[in-house]
């Protein structure tokens, strides 16, 4: 193994001891790798490939991706996740009181500040996806 001129250190037969692990490992690897699983692999890897390269040459997508990145849609998206999580909740507290309807509760409703503020939201929203309407302004 060594030669007479190589000194040998106490740290070498921990390190042989390792590379011996290290190869029954691989070994047991090999032995695990029939050619259903290599081939299965193969073809999740070309597939996922694909599916890459499509995602990266879809510019509606990555135009998305870019906006999503901006620090004021994280907070728009985060805003609307704890909406859905209180609206998810508001439904039980709905059921122990049931809301009366008719034009009086929804003059009540369009008086809230925060229903505005939706409404105008969804209103730009909304205008900023017909692009003769965003042009215009």
């Known amino acids: 193994m060594t030669s007479p001129e190589t000194p040998v250190s106490e740290g070498q037969p921990q390190d042989l001891a390792k590379l011996i692990e290290l190869a029954a490992a691989i070994s047991a690897a090999q032995d695990a790798m029939t050619d259903d699983i290599v081939t299965r692999l193969a073809s999740a890897m070309g597939e996922g490939m694909i599916l890459m390269d499509r995602l990266t040459r879809n510019q509606g997508l990555m135009s998305l991706l870019q906006a999503l990145n ?10 609307l996740a704890d909406a859905l999580r209180s609206g998810s ?8 009181n049931p809301k009366t309807g008719g034009y009086g509760g929804l003059l ?4 809230d500040p ?3 503020d ?15 309407g965003a042009s215009k302004n």
């Open 70 to 79: 901006q620090p004021a849609a994280q907070d728009s998206l985060e805003c």
């Open 118 to 132: 939706a409404v105008y939201l969804l209103a730009r929203l909304v205008k900023g996806m017909n692009p003769e």
């Open 114 to 116: 925060d229903v505005q």
């Open 108 to 111: 009540r409703m369009a008086k």
């Open 89 to 96: 909740m508001m439904g039980a507290v709905n059921a122990k």
